[in-house]
């Protein structure tokens, strides 16, 4: 499934609207060469962004668990850079891109002065999955678990999901799905992951192991109000392969069925019917249309 997105033309940066050709990090910035940084995907629909708070919440738990909370926005903050990056570029949908960085000093591990952190953001026109999309699924493949061990924090460090959704989309697939050395699975490369036994949803549980996904909220709130069992609990890979159903969320891919794991079918090979009433229904929650 391609994803589509455009250049933009404006980022906040420095505290201030620039031409995004001259939103430039400099060399020596700490996110840059150490990976000292955490980062957000926000999805932007007519300038409303989808779940706000839990996402600043999210990069403000990260920040505070690595020194960077004094560079994190307050969630007003937020809210009128998105509104000032709208109405520059209001796209109808769009995701915004939010980064902290520990800053720029001198290149060493610990600076003499610890430098001001750093928050930059901007608005990227995208195309969401439409329903027609999650009524046809998407492949993923399973690898071995090759990232660091606090992936509840969304750090920048992205070279092994880069390597994995590489090897997905060498193998046919578009998702990669970690499994660690215990044979637990963790998450997606990029989403979180859910199974399908009957009517009851599964998921990993919140751990060090895994982001805790936005999405996943969403997710909850719709199984929630469906009356649809939800129960975080570890996975192994068996579970995946004997699955009724199997999907994924995230920001950019909302909520997708997988139809194929390793090359195999998921079930029948086609969406379940559990997964596709909660994809639905999260479309409608999506796009602003009333709950169920």
Not at 89 to 115: K, M
Not at 181 to 195: H, L, P
Not at 200 to 223: D, M, Y
């Amino acid at each position: 499934m391609a994803l589509k997105s455009n250049d933009p033309g404006w980022a906040w940066f420095g505290g201030r609207l620039v031409p995004f050709s001259e939103a430039r990090v400099p060399v020596e910035d700490r996110g840059l060469q150490f990976g000292e940084s955490l980062y957000e995907v926000v999805a932007v629909v007519a300038g409303e962004p989808f779940r706000l708070p839990d996402h600043v919440e999210r990069m403000a738990a990260g920040a505070r668990e690595i020194g960077l909370e004094d560079g994190v926005p307050d969630l007003p903050r937020w809210t009128a850079v998105i509104a000032q990056l709208y109405r520059r570029e209001p796209h109808r949908t769009a995701i915004l891109y939010a980064q902290v960085t520990g800053g720029s000093a001198p290149r060493r591990h610990l600076p003499a002065e610890r430098p001001e952190p750093f928050f930059f953001a901007y608005l990227r026109r995208f195309t969401f999955p439409v329903p027609a999309e999650a009524a046809r699924g998407i492949a993923a493949i399973t690898v071995p678990e090759t990232r660091w061990q606090r992936r509840d924090v969304k750090a920048t460090m992205l070279l092994p999901a880069v390597l994995a959704k590489k090897d997905a989309v060498g193998r046919g697939a578009d998702e990669a799905i970690f499994v660690g050395q215990d044979g637990f699975v963790n998450e997606g490369a990029s989403s979180t992951v859910f199974t399908v036994h009957g009517r009851t949803v599964s998921t990993p549980p919140p751990t060090q192991r895994v982001l805790p996904g936005v999405s996943s909220k969403a997710v909850e709130a719709i199984c929630r109000d469906l009356g649809v069992a939800l129960t975080p609990r570890p996975l192994t890979l068996s579970d995946l392969h004997r699955a009724d159903e199997l999907f994924v969320a995230s920001t950019m891919l909302l909520l997708m069925p997988v139809v194929r794991l390793d090359g195999n079918p998921v079930g029948n090979g086609t969406p379940g019917s559990v997964t596709l009433q909660l994809a639905y229904h999260f479309q409608r929650q999506f796009w602003g249309q009333p709950g169920p």
